[in-house]
Each structure stands twice: as C-alpha cells, then as structure tokens.
C-alpha cells in the first residue's frame, strides 16, 4: 500500500486505488485489539490515501481520510506515541484544510489546532524536518483563514513560511525548497501589507524560482501547480503592459492543462478552466465579445467537476464568476444578461453565507450591488435601493484595515450611486470608506513613491467627498477631505516624531528617533528609482547577483531597518503602540490657531480642470469659536485659473517674464477672484494662505486687490504661508524657544561669487553679540564644518540660521535640490532631512535662488528644500519663488533684521522690509547704507555704480525685486 501511494508511474487515480485495497485487506489482520500499533499506522496510511484519492466523490473522500486519522489517535495518544502523535496531527490538519463539509472557517481552525499541536513535539532542535513542513502547512491554512484579521493573518503564513525556509534551503531539500517557495509566494500575491505591486512582482520571482526544481520532465504535477500560480499572478500583475501581462496568464494556464487533464486531474483542471475564465472576462487583446463568450465555457467547464453537491464553495466562487462576465457580455439581449448575472450572485449566496465564508460574501454583494445599479428590468427606485443595501452589506466586512483593496472598490461604488441620487450622507460614508482604506494603503506601503501613486489613483474620491459633503452643508467634513488629500508625508513625519510606547526608556526612544529618521531617509533615497526597476532584492532567490544595485542596496538597508524597529517595539511590548504611528488626519483647534483678527484660506484645486475649484474660509466667531465657509468656483473659472497659472509659468524667471510680472499677477488676481474673496474678509487684518498644488508659486502678497486701485493684498493684510493647516498645528505646537541660546548662524558666500552676499552677511552679525554666532565664510563654508560636532551643537541650539548662497531648485526630481556650499559641494535634501537637527530654530533663511519653491504635484506632497526644514526642526522658512536681484535681497535681508525686534512675528518684519525697499528712492538707499549701516566707502561707491542701473526714484518698485520671498510657517 505504501508503494503505490508513492508510486509515480501508471496512472495515479488507479494507483491510489490500489494503496487503498492494500491498507484495507492488511487491516483485516491488523486488528485494533491484536495489533493495536500496526492497526493505527495502517489506518493512518489509509488516511494518507483517502485524501489524495481522485476516484469516488471527494467530500466523502476526505470524511473517510478524517475518521481513519482519528482512529490512529486512539492509539497514537501524545503521552504514549508523541511523534507519531504529532505525525497524524500534522495529517488530520492537511485533510482539515481541505475539507468540503462542514462549515468553512471551523475546518481551518480545526487544521491550524491540529499544526500548532504538531508543533509541540516537532521542535525545531528535535525534528527540524518535521517542524518546517509542519511550518508550511500551518503557512496554507493561515493563508486561507477566514477568522481573524485578514491582514494579520496573512503576516503569520509569511512567517511561517519563511521559517520553513530556514530548514528547506535549496542545496538540502531542493524540492521542498520549490514547494514552500510556490507557498510563500500564494500569500505574497493576496498580501495587504505592503506595496501590492512589490508583492506580485516578489511572487512571480518564487516562482521561477520554484521552476528550476519543478521541472516538467521530473515533477509534472508540481510543474503545472506552478504555472497556474503564474497565470493567476501575471493576471494581477501591476508593472508592465496589461495587455502582455494577461497573454503571459493565458499561456501559463494553457500550458497547465497540457499536465492537468480532465481524466487525470479533475479538480485540478476545473480550478484552471476557473482561472482562464477569469483571465478572458479581463483580457484586452482579441475581440471583446468572444473573449466573454470564451470565459463563459471556461465557468461552464469548469461546474462540470464543481457541483453544488460535490464542492460547494467551488461552485459558488464559479457561479459568481459567471455572474461578472454576464453582467459584461456583450452578446445576446443586454435585460437578459443582466438577469442572469444576478441569478448567479443568487446563487453563490446560498452557499457564501456572511457567517461561513464573510469574504466572498462581501465579495458577491458588491458584485450583486453593481448589477443591481445598471439593472434594466424591475422597479427603477427599488433596483437603486437593492445595489445601495448589497454595497452597505459588503462594506460590513471590506472594512478599511482588513480589506483595503476591496474597500476602495466598494465604497466608491457606494458613494457614486448614492452622489448620483443625491443622498449626501449615504455617499459620504462610501467616499469615506475609501478614503480610509487609500490611508490604510499607504500606511502599509513601504516607498514613498507608492504612497503617492496611491493617493494620486484615487484623487477623484477626494474631489467627490469635497462636493457630497459641501451639498450636505458638513463644512467640516469637506476641509477635512482636502487636508487628507495634501502634504501627507510630510505630515506623518511630523506628527509621528513625538509618538513613543509608553513604557519605553530614554535609550529606547533615542534609538526610536534613530531608526525613523533612517527608515525616512532610505524611503526618501528610493523614490528618484523608477517603479521599472528591480524590486526583488528583498526575495532571499539563490543565484542573485553578489553586486546588488544602489537601488537593491537601500531596499535591503530598509528592510533590515524596519525590521529593526519591529524588534525594538516587540522588546519594549506595548501592544498599543504599532496602532498609534500611524497618523490619523484631523483638523485643528482652530481656537488655538485663530485670533479675532486672522483668518485662514485654504485653497482646493482637484486634478481634473474641468470641475469646480474650491477656497475654504475659516474665521473666529465672537463665542472663542470658529466658522468654516466654503466658496465654489465653476469649471469655467477653473479653466481660467489654469490658463492663468499657465500663462505665468510659460517663460518662469526670463527676462520676459520679470517685465511683464505685474501683468501676471494682475490677471491671476483677477482668476482667483481676490475681490469677491475680500467682500468676505472686512473685519480682519492677518491671513493665513494654504496655498495647493501650482497656487505655492503664486506671490500672493503682492496680487492687485482690484483692478483700479494700487493697493496689494500685502498691504491691506499681513500674509502668512502654510503648506496645511495640520501642518500649521504641528508648527504651533513645538516647545518654546529657549531665550538665552546663541541667536545666530550663517552660510557666507561659499562660492565667492555673489557680489552682495558678504555686505547681507557682514551686516547681519552686526545685530548680535559676536560672541554668540557662527559664520562658515567663504571655503570654510564645507560639508565637513557643517557636520563638525560643534557645529552640529550650535545649530541644535540657534534661534536664526542664514544661508547666502547659490541655490538649485529640481523641479522634475525636488529631492535632488541643493545649496551650493564651497568646494563645489551640494547640501541636498537628503543631507538635511539625514543630519541636520535645529530644534530651537525660530527664523530659517534661504537667501537663495528659488529656494521657496516646492514640487506641485496633483496629491500636494510639498517637497521641496523647506519640508527638509520642516523635518529638521524649524518654525518657519523663508525662500525666494524666483531668481532674486543680489543687491535687492541683501538689502532686503539686512531690513528685515533690523525690524525682526520691533515686531512680534517674522511676518510683520517682512512686510516692514518688503514695503520699505518697494518705496526706497536710490538717494534713500546710499543715505541708509552711509549712514545707518556704516558702509566702507568702496562698497558705498560698488552699491552707487550698481543703483545708476535703476530708476532713481523708486529702483526696487517692481514686484520682481521684492516679493519674491515668501514667509512659510508660523
């Protein structure tokens, strides 16, 4: 009996037949009572073949591979006979985890009891073997569970898996090797966390791998296991083309077939024929109606091996198959494929019961709810009612964090049909829905790059939210969809710095603070790798290159790094703490925030132009409270702001564009409707502009505020910049600044070729005491001073850093930009977002080139030289949105710092500096630089050859000269 169930050659149906009547006519002799040990080794043997066996109807088959492994138990106690014991624990698991009767989620329980119970005696030390296939096992049943976090739970069948792996290496057990590999991979292809594209990509490389042992010739059916596995992973597939990716699942399911035969393979063959259905329903190439009509035989074929009677779950899962390619079949009458779509999802629900199988539940109402919402025939209301009850139903299980890939599906479903009725609240709670799975999504992900592609797939969510909640009249609830759709990373990262488990030591968070600011870092090094290259250098494959690329090495580097922060957290073992880091998006105490003369003005341009654009303002109200009062631009306005934007971006920083800016900035006025907006502000004098996506360029402070007058908005208020109002709030919130820390530190002229550089610098020492700054002038300014220890703790301490210098904005790669230090080294974002710690920083100047520019991307990720800032510790940056004049902004500079003491805020200071050098005569400039400033007579007479190229009355009117800074922050 034994041989033939091992047996390889013949054919397997009739060996298995054979092990059959073998172990039945020994047990006829091997009585329980005579020979009680034999008797329940040949029972279990026959357990072994009852559960392969391809003959009779296969939920008996496996009831009779249960009741013989139970009757070996009887005698194979765990006191008498641990080992073997274990062995037919391990056994009754695997029969368990494929059981057709009874009820789906108990039989996976009962299989992983049955593995962890195995796992008491296989040991690692005692039974390596047996402990990592016992691993493999308890890795499928988890990869299937239905109880329990779907997240979670697909964590512990990797790990479980990956244990395997540490016994099963490919020069040992090469097979076992290919198998737990093709395991690992299953779950890497239906995994949550993490990035989905990464996973499938890790998957397909098991899986080739899987293939150098599963070779056609020498394992056929482990062969053709591995190309189904393919076919189903190539079918998901995200990188590459669509259209490839669905031929390559095509040919991988065809060449399974070629082994998985209907007479030798039955079950093997209708999962296959199921697969390929799924793969026409999707496939681009051919001609769509005999694509559907080919994945209709596919299903078909398919319910010839999968009865109702005979496997139940598997005919669910093809009925809603057939369900899907009805509802999009394209032949016969469109009323009748809809009716029979929805007799199929009927149906699969008489067996994928919510208590049974939740997921596919879920799955089939959601499926259920869209034929529903295009459905011909019936009541019209009523069908509406139906799709909005199935997708409400889904959503009870596609919650946001177990499922969030099915929950972005589903609740935007939810909320376009109920947006389209107009019941606000129902599509609020979809859009919602959504939008909380994308976080979740993004939270698992590990570049930053994925985080914003998938923010940026999703943007249409956000604009919807924004417009179901404004028709709603929940103001709130439509800021709040528009902070969550801007400035995240930068966000989290800020927010997320002060959060540490609470039991941790001052040693713990120390090392805390460090492995997030290197896992921040190495996320930060991958995004400028394109989504094109190798991301499988986590995969432990062998035959890997030994000279990883820059790309492979920081992926590894990441990965060792978070696994470093799993284990420091596991160490510190506050339970809570993994739930707390990530950050939920909220709106401020705009109490806090708002005095009875500030407002705030938030900004909203969705990605699609041809919908409304939207500002939001937030104003005190006389109770110490707060308003929020949204106003709707039309598509049409938002065509003109877009021109207008565009218009002023065309020929950005040439000399045609200095002389027309005020012309710009005039028709941009008028675009962003600043008077109708001001009607709406008589009563305050500070703003507070949240700017979004191109608006960060725009000079705000200097807009005309009508077209017949002068006057500019930076007069009539004082202007103030922010990337968020979350952003705003964590600004608002950093630690006093301590009084009594040296006051100053500059950058001078590295290059020594800015002729006004070393008078601004010069000058501004001149405000404090000598014995409390620090200048790095001209070729001292280097990376090596800059990271010096004593530097490094003057700067954790200065109130005011200054760096006059040249300067490299990067606008098609943000993070590539630099300031220009001696030496001709670059300090780079990545250089201050790694090392620079400025926790008392007040006042951070940039009196560089663009250096207040920032990327503006649709999801407003703010990225540019001042985010690092942010990160690094500052309180507010301030940086030029274009090529400044040299003479303008030293003299600019030196104004400033000397109304800095006059004011309580760096805002007031710069719009006294700012209106002062717009309103300077050149007789006023030499006379302040002789007189007040104490100027040497040869740059006195540099400075007056330099003025004779200007106009003698007001040389610095135009806003080219003195608007270009811009005052970030608090």
Known sequence: GVVYLDRIRGERANNLEMAIASFQAALEIYTCQAFPQDWAGTKNNLGNAYSNRIQGEGAENLEMAIASFQAALEIYTREAFP?????????????????????????????????????EIYTREAFPEKWAATQNNLGVAYLDRIRGERAKNLEIAIASHQAALEIYTREAFPEKWALTQNNLVNVYSSR?????????????????????????????????????????????????????????????????????????FPLDWAMTQNNLGNVYLDRIRGEGAENLEMAIASYQAALEIYTRQAFPEKWALTQNNLGVVYHHRIRGEEAENLEMSIICYKAALEIYTREAFPEKWAMTQNNL??????????????????????????????????????????????????????????????????????????????????????????????????QASINNQDYSQALLTVERAKSQTLIELLDSTDLYPKNATDEQKQRISELRRQISTYQQQLIPFTAENNYLSTLSIQGSSNNPTPETALRIQLQTANEQFQQLLEEIGDSD?????????????????????????????????????????????????????????TPEDHQQLQEAIRDYRSDYGETTWESQLEKYLQILSQALHIPKILLQLTNYQRLILIPHRELHLIPFHALPISDSESQLLGDKFLVQYAPSCQILDNLSQRPPLDPHSPPFFAIQNPTQDLTYADLEVEQLCRQFDPQQILVLPHDKATKTALNQQKTRNFLGQTTYIHFSCHGEFDEEFPRNSYLRLANREKLTFLDIFENLDIPNCRLLILSACKMGLVETPPTDDYVGLASAFFYAGTRTVMGSLWEA????????????????????????????????????????????LRGGLKLRENSLEECELYLELYDDDRPFANPIYWSAFTAIGI
């Open 577 to 633: 703490f993994t739930l707390t880091q990530q950050v939920t998006p909220q709106l401020p105490d705009f109490s806090q925030l708002l005095d009875s003369e500030t407002a705030i003005l938030e900004w909203y341009l969705p990605a699609n132009n041809e919908s409304n654009f939207y500002l939001f303002l937030i104003t005190p109200t006389p109770d110490k409270n707060f308003q929020i009062h949204p106003l709707t631009f």
């Open 83 to 119: 080992e073997k014991w274990a062995m037919t624990q391990n056994n009754l698991g695997s029969v368990y985890l494929n059981r057709i009767r009874g009820e789906g989620a108990e039989n996976l329980e009962m299989a992983i009891a049955s593995f962890q119970a195995a796992l």
């Open 369 to 466: 709810g869209i034929v529903y919402s295009d459905r011909t025939r019936g009541d019209g209301a009523e069908n509406l009612e139906m799709a909005i009850a199935s997708f409400q139903a889904a959503l009870e299980i596609y919650t946001p964090s177990s499922f969030p890939l099915e929950c972005l599906k589903t609740g935007p479903n939810l909320g376009d049909l109920a947006f389209e009725i107009e019941n606000w609240e129902i599509a609020i709670f979809g859009y919602d829905q959504a939008i909380s799975a994308v976080e979740q999504s993004r939270y698992w992900a590990v570049s930053e790059l994925t985080k914003r592609e998938i923010i940026e797939n999703n943007l249409s969510i956000y604009e919807k939210m924004v």
């Open 885 to 928: 004049d040299d003479l303008a902004t030293a003299l600019l500079m030196i104004r400033l710092y000397l109304e800095l003491p006059k004011f309580g805020s760096v805002v007031e200071a710069l719009r006294e500096a700012q209106y002062w050098l717009r309103n300077v005569s050149c007789e006023e400039v030499l006379a302040w």
């Open 192 to 264: 949550i966390r993490g990035e989905e594209a990464e996973n499938l990509e890790m998957a397909i490389a098991s899986y080739q791998a899987a293939l150098e042992i599963y070779t056609r010739q020498a394992f056929p059916e482990k062969w053709a296991a591995t190309q189904n596995n393919l076919g189903i992973v190539y079918r998901n597939r995200i990188r590459g083309e669509e259209a490839e990716n669905l031929e390559m699942a095509i040919a991988f399911y065809q060449a399974a077939l070629e082994i998985f035969t209907r007479q030798a």
